[in-house]
T-cell receptor, first 111, second 108 residues
Framework: EAQVTQNPRYLITVTGKKLTVTCSQN?????MSWYRQDPGLGLRQIYY???????DKGDVPEGYKVSRKEKRNFPLILESPSPNQTSLYFC??????????FGPGTRLTVL | QKEVEQDPGPLSVPEGAIVSLNCTYS??????FMWYRQYSRKGPELLMY????GNKEDGRFTAQVDKSSKYISLFIRDSQPSDSATYLC????????FGAGTTVTVRA
């Protein structure tokens, strides 16, 4: 089944404790991206990657890092999480930068 | 200012009603327009995808784009309780820019 998977689905952590949210797709897509979704603000892009070893900032990159060492994986790293990073996070992938397939989401709470 | 503004809702309609969802955009570089549907506790899924001005129909769903007025709409005919979801409009140039979403509830 073609899909985008994210782990963990739910995470509660404390300020400053480094964490990684994994994202993997099995569709051989070149383009992958991370979004956060907040009430009233909709989906905002954090980072995107057009291919292996190629990443770029989206609209809200501060406090996040990404890497793209393999085509199928695109982890999101929060080196020192803060409460304002409490949000619902989505990973997405697409063959080109068009129809994006979204993962199921990761709900992160930073205390 | 957000590139895509969406009527905030929420909308509550009886089963069988026509649902009308609207967005405006400011970025003239948008080449594609999309509507995503997001059920509670799920990721968004692509519903409709349009390129040019005009209408595109898919079953009970019609997407409408008016590039002259920078206006995009989604109509749902004969709405069903299973259409209850949040609907997100988006424009695409080098990246997708989303509206904030409108939550729709169709009452049985």
């Amino acid at each position: 089944e073609a899909q985008v998977t994210q782990n963990p689905r739910y995470l509660i952590t404390v300020t400053g404790k480094k964490l990684t949210v994994t994202c993997s797709q099995n569709m051989n897509h070149e383009y992958m991206s991370w979004y956060r979704q907040d009430p009233g603000l909709g989906l905002r892009q954090i980072y995107y990657s057009m291919n292996v070893e190629v990443t770029d900032k989206g609209d809200v990159p501060e406090g996040y890092k990404v890497s793209r060492k393999e085509k199928r994986n695109f982890p999101l790293i929060l080196e020192s999480p803060s409460p304002n990073q409490t949000s619902l996070y989505f990973c997405a992938s697409s063959r080109e930068n068009n129809e994006q397939f979204f993962g199921p989401g990761t709900r992160l709470t930073v205390l | 200012q957000k590139e895509v503004e969406q009527d905030p809702g929420p909308l509550s309609v009886p089963e069988g009603a026509i649902v009308s969802l609207n967005c405006t955009y400011s970025n003239s570089a948008f080449q594609y327009f999309m509507w995503y549907r997001q059920y509670s506790r799920k990721g968004p899924e692509l519903l409709m995808y349009t390129y040019s001005s005009g209408n595109k129909e898919d079953g009970r769903f019609t997407a409408q784009v008016d590039k002259s007025s920078k206006y995009i709409s989604l109509f749902i005919r004969d709405s069903q309780p299973s259409d209850s979801a949040t609907y997100l409009c988006a424009g695409l140039d080098y990246k997708l820019s989303f509206g904030a979403g409108t939550t729709v509830t169709v009452r049985a």
